[in-house]
């Protein structure tokens, strides 16, 4: 799989009509590379961020007013997620249009709903981590709405055990954003590109 996913990135030849932008627009690409760039600047305020109730928003302003370019930082982070979600939002209708959910592709169109998903929770939980009161109360909000779902009160539960905002909830959010929901993306982003080889290239005439 690791071979295949390299050979994608640097495949040795490459067909002239595979190169034309206008059927994919690089969609998926982009939103990969804005994947990569959310986690350097992620792993960067990993070294000031303390992810309790307490600690949180203080070492948040402690980094903006402080620390060279952690402004700049905390931006960068905020507008890629921005738009890797709408890139990723875009790749969607992109396939949708032009078919390229159909068979052989249906594993891929599935892999690539799961990539939705989680990247919309990984948004979400990250949401919370400021702890200013837009977050708390942006968060809030979700909660209520996961709750009337089907089986969204065990899920609430899981996920905010002690209420919004206290220790157990923000740091189960904060696992889930740093650790869990990116581990989840890089492997099924992996999976992702592989399907595209294994079934020959990304254009539906192939």
Not at 17 to 23: C, D, I, V
Not at 113 to 142: H, I, K, R, S
Not at 146 to 170: C, K, N, T, W, Y
Request: glycine share 8%; charged share 10%; hydrophobic share 50%.
């Amino acid at each position: 799989m690791i071979e295949d996913f390299l050979k994608h990135l640097f495949p040795r030849a490459v067909l002239q009509k595979n190169l034309t932008l206008s059927y994919t627009l690089c969609l998926g690409g982009l939103a990969f590379t804005c994947l990569m760039l959310l986690v350097a600047s992620g792993l960067l305020l990993l070294f000031y961020y303390q992810p309790t109730p307490a600690a949180a928003y203080p070492s948040i302003l402690l980094l903006e007013s402080s620390v060279w370019g952690g402004r700049y930082l905390r931006s960068l982070h905020r507008l890629a997620s921005h738009f890797f979600l709408v890139l990723i939002v875009l790749h969607t209708l992109r396939v949708i249009l032009t078919g390229a959910y159909q068979k052989p592709r249906q594993l891929n169109w599935l892999v690539g709903c799961a990539l939705l998903l989680l990247a919309v929770f990984e948004g979400y939980t990250g949401y919370l981590l400021p702890m200013d009161q837009l977050a708390l109360w942006a968060t809030q909000t979700g909660m209520e709405l996961v709750h009337i779902m089907p089986f969204g009160g065990a899920l609430r539960a899981v996920l905010v055990p002690d209420g919004v905002g206290e220790p157990a909830s923000l740091l189960r959010f904060y696992v889930l954003h740093i650790l869990m929901i990116p581990g989840a993306l890089f492997f099924l982003s992996g999976l992702h590109f592989y399907r595209i080889r294994k079934n020959k290239g990304v254009l539906p005439y192939l």
